[in-house]
Structures are given as structure tokens and as C-alpha cells.
């Protein structure tokens, strides 16, 4: 249809603005630290930088980076098999056996909330979970004699914000691939005599796998890159890889070891999408 | 109805499934809710350490009003966010079209690198903003954000975009060239009308992922420029203050209110159901 | 080899009647059509047999084993459904051994037997195959197999050839009649093309807004049907209807006198004849006509030709006949002329409207 120069023209100034605008916001910020890792200082302020390997060697002979970097990992597998417990049954809840007419506004209710502030929802739980919250005041209600609850500031405390953050992915990436299921797939396993057990074992979970999975990328990546949850909710508690992070850019002001922390946090992601990706690749939106 | 007989029938089985199902998710949903639920009801009580009997008042909302640096923070807020939404949306719609409607090379490429924005920890592209904006002197302050907003909505654009315009494929284009109509009166009567409810969705997430941005903002934002996600947690991080609660309850019923109005108008999903089934 | 017996079935869905009182027998290794159009209920009572339906009332037996309190997992029938639903996370042969599997069958005895089920589908060689990976005509043999794998006392067919393009249809039509005589199984099958029932199975029943309407061998269903929705479902006829005289006469169109013995002497209320289209013989208005007992003249209005056969439409006074002729003569009667159609009484048929 159109000869070839207008339709590099074309195609160029269709992707072109997007990914210039990508390069300048994302690609090159993200080189840009990959440098800055490699350097003593900052080389702001008329300071001299030189390139080196300190703030990577730091992490390797600290124990204090490794012990918290194993906690964000923890918290992350903490918060994900949270989310895989409540959520799939949820999904499947909602793809299986609830009547199509309230399917629709339940699914809504559920992921409503995800479209809501992330800091709002954290900041929320403080009302529930500090001494004199609604946990402490309705378990007391009940049981008067008991001390008070004051779960606030406890490594518990985050596990259950990021659980209400991220729940609702799960739930949708879990009960879109379920809902793909044929029903016919399932009656045909059981004419073949398949129980309800077996149905789910070799069919239902098979076929939902690819929803599970990219449930889990979705939650896990982001809960060990995680810090506003942690301070707010975690209190002193609340130390992780990604708190340090942070303090480095916003406290300490040393650029390059929190360039180089944020880079070794990469690292561990991109292992787990390099890990994921044969699985991830066979279900890329649109091919 | 001989119900006596069948009573353990499949069917009375599936009953029980629907009982538990519903059981599930209502304790879910009561997971989900009760804390959005209490915060807000504590932004009506009058004592300031949010203690019990409850006392009503609305003097927390009263003072929200008084405070300059809460509504510049939301000025903000909203102008970020409406900035962000326009030029997402164009850039991200723009993109899209080439995709769906070209084949060439290095297209797989383009799609791929969608992905780090989006999968990357918010913590890591944060700050890896902020240290390129400083470096090379864009410095930080509300264009900054802008810039970050924008790149973090264009992945959700294109996807969302892209999905609807996979769902019709070129041959009503392909039926508007054979009838005379030229490439832009095609893209203009033809491919846009039907792309619409696609592009206000994607807007919407675009609006959505600015409004709610707390990171990138966080990173970027100079000492005395702040958005209403900013400016929030630095309160909570000073001691927690019924004024919060008002506040951020106003953020909850607000945009819970936006995405029910639209799930009204557009079903879920963003796209208008157009029958079929499988 | 079972039976399947069904009594008093009935069931709705809201307030329609999706099954209405439903009695059928279907003998052991027969092979037995559901004929209907869509929402005639044949998809239902397939699934009520399957246990998919719970009936609201009457009962289904197979073998005599009452079937009411069985869960679909445990009554032992194999299913073939519209679009297969071919496991895809499975390659041929699991998906074919999927039903031994879940009874425990030993290893050993399961790979020879999925071989065996296999080969007689003629797809040897597939078994690493995904689902996604075969056209249609061997998804349906897959199918097949994995629904006869388990030896099932029944086997359950819904519409099971509908997504195949035509000249496979005719194709797997044969074979799945040769398969199903070579294992004798009790076969039990819907359908809404009149034709696959006609060349299919055993016996034929016609359903119509949850009822079976008429139900018997396939030649019995056709030549003799019922009921004026029969007649036109299976196949095409031509109704005349008009007032009985004695001596299995009726006064038909434009007042002529049709025979047909089945005409009840008394001559009491009206009664509705139907003639098959190809029963009919045609010919030009002052040829000689055939010498059956049934004529009428008429002109000409339509010509539909079709290579091997040729359709007329005849305008008779106030009705108008349809008249499928060999395309034996040298040129096909032309719209316009003027003709006579006859037909031999024996071939007429009194069907209740």
C-alpha cells in the first residue's frame, strides 16, 4: 500500500516519540546508575570520582546488605504464597461457582480497591492494626481478659499490607486463565470418570498455571523492591534491602552505594524474569 | 419438584460449592474493605489519637480546607496526572497503530522493551531518575515527574490499545479504503470511532497509574513541591492525624467513584461486550 | 453392550419445558439418532443421560441400574462433544489415557490399550502429538479413542461431526458407523442434519419442544411420518389438506379427488396429506403423463438445477408443489410451461398437522 520510505516515515513517527520518550525516562536513567555504581563519590559539587568496585565489594563484605536482602526475599515469598492461598481459591471461587450475574460486580468489588491509592491503603491498616485499633478493640470485645494487640510495627504488620496491595492481581491474573478454561474440558474429564479432586488436580490446575505464574511476577517482584509499605507499617521493624535503598538517596546522599544496592536488587530480578521467561514468552499479549 | 429422592444429586453438591465460594469471598472482600472502611470512619471522629467512643464531627474535612499545602499538593496532583493522561495516551495510542498495522523488523524488540518499565521495581527506576535528572540538569520538580509519570503510563496504553484494536483487524480499514476514504479519513471515520472505548480506557489507566504514583514522585519531588501521594506520606511519617484519614478517605471514594462510573459505561475491562462468547 | 432405558423424563429450564415426559428404549449396540431442530431438547436428554441434567422427574436406567444418584464420574459412559474438548495440556495419548489413568489401570496394560484404541481410529503414530497440532478430522478420532478407551457401557455423541467441513463429514460419517459396528457399543448420538441421522443409526427419534415427536428406523421415520413437523423436519413434502370422502378419497386442490387408503372413511374433520418431492413425477401438459392415480396440473414457477437432480416448483391452483426429478431428460422442463404432476396413492401419507 504505501511504498517503502513513507512507510519507514510512518512507523517511525508512530513509535518514534514513545520510545524517545522511554529512552530519556527509563533506558538512560537506568544507565546511567549502572555508571554511577561504578564510582567512589557522586561527582557533584566540584568532587573528584574515581571508577571503582567499593560499593559492590561493600554488599559482598557486609553482612548487614546480605542478611536484609535475604529478608526482602523472605518477605517476598512470605507475601506471595499469602497471596497464592487466598487468592486462587478466590479466583477460582469466582470463575467456577459463582453465578454469572454476581460474577461481574464481585470481580469489580475485588480489584476496585487496586485502582485506589497504594500509600492510602497502607496508611489504612495502621487503623486496624495498632493497640486501640479495630483487631485490638473487636478481639477484646470478645475476649476482655486478654492483653492488648498491638501488631503495628511488626515484620507481621507488612506481610499483611502488601497481601491487601497485591491480592487483587492475583485474583485477576489467577481468575482471567481460569475463567479461559473450556467448560467442556471439564465434562469431558469427568464422563471419563474423573472425580471432582481429579478434575481440578489434571485439568483446572494445569490449564490456570500460566494465570498463577504471572500472579506470582506480579507480586513477588515488586513486594522485594518494596519500602513505603515497610516504613510505614513496619516501623523499626520495617529494615529491608529496599528501606537502605532509599536512605541512601534520600538520607545519606551516598548515590553510588545506593546505585549499586538498587543494581544488585536488579540483578535478582532480572534472574527471576530470565527464570520465568520459556513460561512468560508462550503468553506475551498478542504474540 | 420430587426434591425427597434427589437429594444428594450433583446438584445439591454444586450448592454447597456455591456456599463456600460465597463464604470465601465475602471473607475476602471483608479483608479487602474493613481497613478503607475504618480509616474513613476515623476521619469522623474528633479525638486526634483516634480514640474510642466515637465522637462525630466533620472538623477534619473542615481543616483539609485550610490547608494550602494539602490543595497545592492536590493541584498538583491533578495537573500531573491530566498532563500525563493527554500525552500517554497519544504517545502510547500512536505506538500501538504501528503495531497492530505493520510488520517489520525489530518489531519484537519494541515489544519487549515495554516490559522493564512496568516489571522493574518503582524503588530502582525511581531512583535511577533521579540520579540521571541531576546529573544531566533537568533536575527535579514537577516536569521531572511528568517525564517519569509519562513513561511508566505508555506500557499500559499500548497494551491496552493494542488489545482493542487486535479485537477488529484491518478489514474495516481495508473496507474504508476500497469505498475512496484516503489513510487519514479512514483513521479519523473509521479506525478511531471503533478504537474509542479502547483509548478512554487506556486514558483512564493512564490518569490512574499518575494519580496514584507515590515512588517516582517521591524521588523527584524538590523540598516545597509536592503531590498529594508525597505530601500524605510525609504527614504519616510525621505522626498520623485525623486530617490524613479525611484526606486520603476523599482520594478512596473519589477514585473508587471514577472507576464504578465507568465500569457503568464500558463493562469491565474497558471494552464493551460485543456478544460472541467463546 | 447396555441398554438404555428412559421414563417420564422431564425438565426445565425456568419456566420452558427443555423435556417433556420423555420415553425412550434404546437397545444394547444400537446405534440411536437425536433428531431435532435447536432447542428441541436433544442436546438436554443427552446430557441427562451423561448426568450433566438432573431431571425433575422420571428416570433413566442403564441396564437397569438406576442412574439418578450416580455423579457423571461414576456411570461409566463415554462422551464425544461438539468441539472435542481435546485436554490441551495433554499430548494424544494422554489425553486417550486419561480415562484409564483415573481408574488406576496398570501402566503396561494402559500404553496397549491406548495403542490398540489408536490404531483403530487410524492415528498410529500420533501419540506425542498436541491437540493443537491436528486438523479437525483427527482431533474427532482422538476423541473417539479417548471416549471408547475406558470400554463405557454407553457412548454418548453431540453432534460430533457439526465443525467438520463436508466431504470430511461424509467421510467420517463411515467410518465412525464402522468403528461403532466393530466395538458394538450402545451409541447414542445428536444431530439436528436429517441426512447423517438417515445414513447413521439404527433407529431415529425426532424431537420437537421436548417431546419426541416420532421415533423408529430410519426408513419406517421417512416413509411413514406422523406428523406434519415430522414429515418436513426429516426431509421435504408437500402438504395438501382438504375435507375426507368415503373410499380414501380426499377433495384436493382446485376440487380434484385424491386417493390414498389411509383416508379415514368417516367423513369427519379435515385430514392432511404428504407426498415427498422425488415420490412425484412431472411432465409436459399434453405428453403422456405417468398413469398414477394422483394428478394435478399446474405451471411451472421455478427451476432449481442441481447436476444429478432437478427441483420444480409447480403452482396447482392455490397450492404450490415441489418436484424432485432425475435429470434425465435432455432439457429440464422451462419456468412458464405448463405441466402435469402425479403420484401413486400408496405413496401418500395422512399426517396429523
Not at chain 3, 436429517?194 to 421436548?210: K, M, N, P, V
Amino acid at each position: 500500500m504505501l511504498n517503502p520510505r513513507r512507510r519507514t516515515w510512518a512507523l517511525l513517527g508512530l513509535t518514534g516519540p514513545a520510545y524517545l520518550w522511554l529512552t530519556i525516562a527509563v533506558f538512560l536513567p537506568l544507565s546511567a546508575m549502572l555508571y554511577f555504581s561504578f564510582l567512589t563519590v557522586a561527582p557533584f559539587g566540584g568532587r573528584e570520582a574515581a571508577v571503582s568496585l567499593k560499593h559492590y565489594q561493600a554488599f559482598l563484605d557486609r553482612d548487614f546488605y546480605q542478611v536484609l536482602t535475604w529478608r526482602s526475599l523472605k518477605l517476598g515469598l512470605h507475601v506471595t504464597f499469602w497471596c497464592i492461598v487466598i487468592g486462587y481459591p478466590a479466583a477460582l471461587a469466582l470463575a467456577r461457582y459463582v453465578p454469572g450475574r454476581w460474577r461481574e460486580a464481585l470481580l469489580l468489588m475485588v480489584v476496585l480497591p487496586f485502582w485506589s491509592n497504594a500509600l492510602v491503603r497502607v496508611f489504612s491498616w495502621t487503623m486496624v492494626l495498632r493497640e486501640g485499633g479495630v483487631l485490638d478493640s473487636a478481639v477484646r470485645m470478645v475476649f476482655p481478659w486478654l492483653e492488648p494487640i498491638d501488631v503495628l510495627f511488626t515484620y507481621d504488620a507488612i506481610v499483611i499490607g502488601l497481601v491487601h496491595s497485591f491480592l487483587p492481581y492475583m485474583i485477576l491474573t489467577c481468575y482471567v486463565s481460569l475463567q479461559a478454561i473450556d467448560g467442556a474440558l471439564i465434562e469431558a474429564a469427568r464422563t471419563l470418570g474423573a472425580s471432582g479432586l481429579v478434575v481440578f488436580r489434571r485439568i483446572i490446575l494445569p490449564l490456570s498455571v500460566p494465570g498463577l505464574f504471572a500472579g506470582v511476577l506480579l507480586t513477588f517482584v515488586p513486594v522485594i523492591g518494596s519500602f513505603m509499605e515497610a516504613r510505614i507499617l513496619g516501623g523499626r521493624a520495617g529494615t529491608l534491602l529496599g528501606t537502605v535503598i532509599e536512605d541512601q538517596f534520600t538520607v545519606v546522599f551516598n548515590w553510588p552505594r545506593g546505585a549499586a544496592l538498587s543494581f544488585i536488587l536488579l540483578a535478582i530480578v532480572l534472574l527471576i524474569l530470565a527464570a520465568a521467561w520459556p513460561v512468560l514468552r508462550r503468553h506475551l499479549p498478542n504474540g | 419438584m420430587n426434591g425427597g429422592a434427589q437429594a444428594v444429586t450433583p446438584r445439591a453438591r454444586r450448592d454447597t460449592g456455591t456456599w463456600l465460594a460465597g463464604i470465601w469471598l465475602a471473607l475476602i472482600l471483608g479483608f479487602l474493605y474493613l481497613p478503607i472502611a475504618a480509616m474513613a470512619v476515623m476521619a469522623f471522629n474528633e479525638s486526634v489519637l483516634y480514640e474510642l467512643p466515637f465522637k462525630p464531627t466533620t472538623i477534619w474535612f473542615e481543616r483539609l480546607a485550610e490547608n494550602e499545602r494539602l490543595i497545592r499538593a492536590s493541584v498538583n496532583s491533578i495537573g500531573l496526572a491530566l498532563a500525563n493522561t493527554v500525552i500517554a495516551t497519544v504517545l502510547g495510542t500512536m505506538a500501538a497503530l504501528a503495531f497492530a498495522r505493520y510488520t517489520f523488523r525489530g518489531k519484537t524488540l519494541l515489544r519487549l522493551l515495554l516490559f522493564p518499565p512496568i516489571t522493574i521495581p518503582w524503588l530502582i527506576i525511581g531512583t535511577a531518575m533521579l540520579v540521571m535528572f541531576f546529573w544531566i540538569g533537568i533536575g527535579r520538580g514537577l516536569h521531572a515527574m511528568l517525564l517519569g509519570h509519562v513513561a511508566l503510563s505508555l506500557p499500559y496504553v499500548v497494551v491496552v490499545v493494542g488489545a482493542r484494536l487486535a479485537s477488529f483487524g484491518p478489514a474495516l480499514e481495508e473496507a474504508a479504503a476500497t469505498l475512496g476514504a484516503n489513510p487519514w479519513q479512514t483513521f479519523r471515520r473509521v479506525t478511531l470511532p471503533v478504537l474509542a472505548p479502547g483509548v478512554v480506557a487506556a486514558a483512564l489507566f493512564a490518569f490512574a497509574v499518575s494519580f496514584d504514583q507515590f515512588v517516582i514522585s517521591y524521588f523527584l519531588a524538590p523540598p516545597g513541591v509536592s503531590t498529594l501521594p508525597v505530601e500524605i506520606y510525609s504527614a504519616i511519617r510525621k505522626g498520623f492525624t485525623p486530617e490524613v484519614n479525611a484526606v486520603s478517605s476523599i482520594i478512596i471514594v473519589v477514585s473508587m467513584g471514577v472507576v464504578l462510573l465507568f465500569a457503568r459505561l464500558y463493562r469491565f475491562g474497558g471494552v464493551p461486550s460485543e456478544g460472541g462468547g467463546r | 453392550m447396555s441398554v438404555v432405558e428412559i421414563q417420564g423424563v422431564t425438565k426445565r429450564f425456568g419456566t420452558t419445558p427443555a423435556l417433556d415426559d420423555v420415553h425412550l428404549r434404546i437397545e444394547e449396540g444400537e446405534l440411536f439418532a437425536l433428531l431435532g431442530p435447536s432447542g428441541s431438547g436433544k442436546t438436554t436428554l443427552l446430557r441427562a443421560i451423561a448426568g450433566f441434567v438432573d431431571p425433575e422427574a422420571g428416570s433413566i436406567h442403564i441396564d437397569g441400574d438406576p442412574m439418578h444418584d450416580l455423579p457423571v464420574h461414576r456411570r461409566d459412559i463415554g462422551m464425544v462433544f461438539q468441539h472435542y474438548a481435546l485436554f490441551p495440556h495433554m499430548s494424544v495419548f494422554d489425553n486417550v489415557a486419561f480415562g484409564l489413568s483415573v481408574r488406576h489401570v496398570a501402566r503396561a496394560e494402559t500404553a496397549e490399550r491406548v495403542r490398540a484404541m489408536l490404531a483403530l481410529v487410524q492415528l498410529d503414530g500420533f501419540e506425542e502429538r498436541r491437540p493443537g497440532q491436528l486438523s479437525g478430522g483427527q482431533q474427532q478420532r482422538v476423541a473417539l479413542a479417548r471416549a471408547l478407551v475406558t470400554r463405557p457401557r454407553v457412548l454418548l455423541l453431540d453432534e460430533p461431526l457439526g465443525a467438520l467441513d463436508k466431504r470430511l463429514r461424509r467421510q467420517m460419517q463411515i467410518e465412525l458407523r464402522q468403528i461403532q459396528r466393530e466395538v458394538g457399543i450402545t451409541t447414542v448420538f445428536v444431530t439436528h442434519d436429517q441426512e447423517e441421522a438417515l445414513t447413521l443409526s439404527d433407529r431415529i427419534a425426532i424431537l420437537d419442544a421436548g417431546r419426541i415427536v416420532q421415533s423408529g428406523p430410519p426408513q419406517a421415520v421417512y416413509e411413514r411420518p406422523r406428523t406434519v413437523f415430522a414429515a418436513d423436519f426429516l426431509g421435504d413434502a408437500n402438504f395438501f389438506t382438504g375435507r375426507p370422502q368415503a373410499g380414501g378419497r380426499m377433495l384436493g386442490p382446485g376440487g380434484k379427488e385424491l386417493l390414498c387408503a389411509e383416508i379415514p372413511g368417516d367423513a369427519g374433520a379435515e385430514v392432511t396429506l404428504a407426498v415427498r418431492p422425488e415420490k412425484m413425477r412431472i411432465a409436459r401438459a399434453g405428453e403422456p403423463a405417468s398413469g398414477d392415480a394422483n394428478h394435478l396440473e399446474g405451471t411451472v414457477t421455478g427451476v432449481l438445477y442441481a447436476g444429478s437432480t432437478v427441483t420444480y416448483r409447480v403452482a396447482c391452483g392455490e397450492v404450490e408443489v415441489t418436484v424432485l426429478e432425475q435429470n434425465r431428460e435432455a432439457a429440464p422442463i422451462a419456468q412458464g410451461e405448463a405441466v402435469t404432476v402425479s403420484w401413486r396413492p400408496d405413496h401418500t401419507v395422512v399426517v396429523e398437522p
